[in-house]
């Protein structure tokens, strides 16, 4: 099943000078893929991650995520789909510095509907899936960038996206830290997750099965 479709797809940033970040991209991604994305700084890689997690719009062309041609829907509508399908991790965690681990992970469930109660088992399985049930009281200040990482992965998935979004997520960390994070990884596509990895380290780029390259704007796809 396709999950992800771009067609003819062009962000330009108006500038002066003009620039034109993704240039008539056309890529489909499908359901259960682990897709990394590699190029050189400034090629585009982050303006693609935006627009597949809805945070930014194409200029011209079609994105359709599950059938949904989403430049027809309005703000709270792609927001919806934004907290139901998508889960981000950055390569800065972003975690919220004065709640603890487990507050940070509830926060996406905060306005679903869903009981307190089931939001923080959910919240605390998620956490123990990561490694890190005996860190659920813990301010993140006091965790391993590992660990910080792995919080922000159970915050993105906790909520059971269809799609997680990672842009350079191991960039500030070390090999074997690196390692754990696509670990985890490996085990959430195992889950039938669907991946798509912003990434300029080789080993990491080497884990998908799949490997985009985005040069000046211009996707390829290796074999
Ligand atoms: N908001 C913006 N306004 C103007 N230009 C932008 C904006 N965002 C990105 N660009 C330009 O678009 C191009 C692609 O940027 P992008 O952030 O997608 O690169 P990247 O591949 O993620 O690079 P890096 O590996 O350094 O993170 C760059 O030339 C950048 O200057
Ligand atoms: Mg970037």
């Known amino acids: 099943m396709t999950l992800i479709e771009l067609r003819d797809l062009t962000r330009s940033f108006p500038g002066p000078p003009e620039v034109q970040a993704l240039k008539a991209v056309n890529l489909s991604i499908d359901e259960g893929d682990y ?14 991650l935006n627009i597949l997690g809805l945070l ?36 800065a965690f972003h975690l919220m510095p004065r709640r603890t681990v487990l507050d940070n992970v509830l ?19 998620t956490l123990e899936r990561v490694g890190l049930g005996h860190r ?7 965790l391993s960038g590992g660990e910080r990482q792995r919080v922000a992965v159970a915050r993105a998935v906790v909520s059971t996206p269809s799609i997680l979004l990672a842009d350079e997520p191991t ?46 704007g211009r996707v390829t796809e290796e074999a």
């Not at 926060?107 to 939001?119: C, F, Q």
């Open 107 to 125: 926060m996406p469930m905060l306005y679903s509907g869903i009981p307190r109660d089931e939001r923080e088992d959910r919240a605390r399985r």
């Open 35 to 48: 897709v990394s994305i590699v190029g050189p700084s400034g090629s585009g890689k982050s303006t693609m």
């Open 171 to 216: 960039g500030n960390l070390d090999q074997a830290t690196s390692g754990e994070v696509m670990s985890l990884f490996d085990d959430l596509r195992a889950d039938g997750l669907t991946l798509v990895v912003i990434t300029h380290d080789p080993a990491v780029a080497a884990r998908a099965e799949r490997r985009v390259r985005i040069t000046d």
């Open 136 to 142: 659920l009281g813990f301010l993140p200040t006091t």
């Open 56 to 91: 930014d719009r194409p200029t011209v062309g079609e994105y359709r995520i599950d059938d949904v041609v989403t430049g027809l829907l309005d703000e709270d509508e792609r927001a919806r789909v934004r907290a139901q399908r998508i889960g981000f991790v950055f390569q």
